[in-house]
């Protein structure tokens, strides 16, 4: 299985909660930043959250920042984005997948997953 597996979007009014998660080959996750993305209709995709391969190291886009909490669980090959106080414009589809170190640039032959839907309403 070379593509991502993500899961746990839904639809939650603003303000709710929903915990996503991401299971990947170990082949692209072993000793690599990880990072979530979202694209919503329209627009161009955007990184939302990264980790480093040991998880000491996370970065945010500003505007999810102090909302958003990304994780990783090594032995599972699995990465995690906590999503708390959502807001109308955090409705997107969100996908992760290995980035370079400390960008959003992915990684060369990097093939994107089916995504998890989250809807926020007002």
């Known amino acids: 299985q070379v593509q991502p597996v993500e899961s746990g979007g839904g639809s939650v009014q603003a303000g709710g909660s929903l915990r996503l998660s991401c299971v990947i080959s170990k082949y692209i996750y072993s000793g690599n930043y990880m990072g979530w993305f979202r694209q919503a209709p329209g627009k161009e995709r955007e990184g939302v959250a990264r980790i480093s391969p040991t998880g000491g190291i996370t970065d945010y886009a500003d505007s999810v920042k102090g909302r958003f909490t990304i994780s990783r669980d090594n032995t599972k090959t699995t990465i995690y984005l906590q999503m708390r106080s959502l807001k109308p414009e955090d409705t997107a589809m969100y996908y992760c997948?290995?980035?370079?170190?400390?960008?959003?640039?992915?990684?060369?032959?990097?093939?994107w997953g089916r995504g998890t839907q989250v809807t926020v309403s007002s």
């Open positions: 997948a290995a980035v370079m170190f400390r960008t959003w640039k992915t990684k060369p032959g990097t093939t």
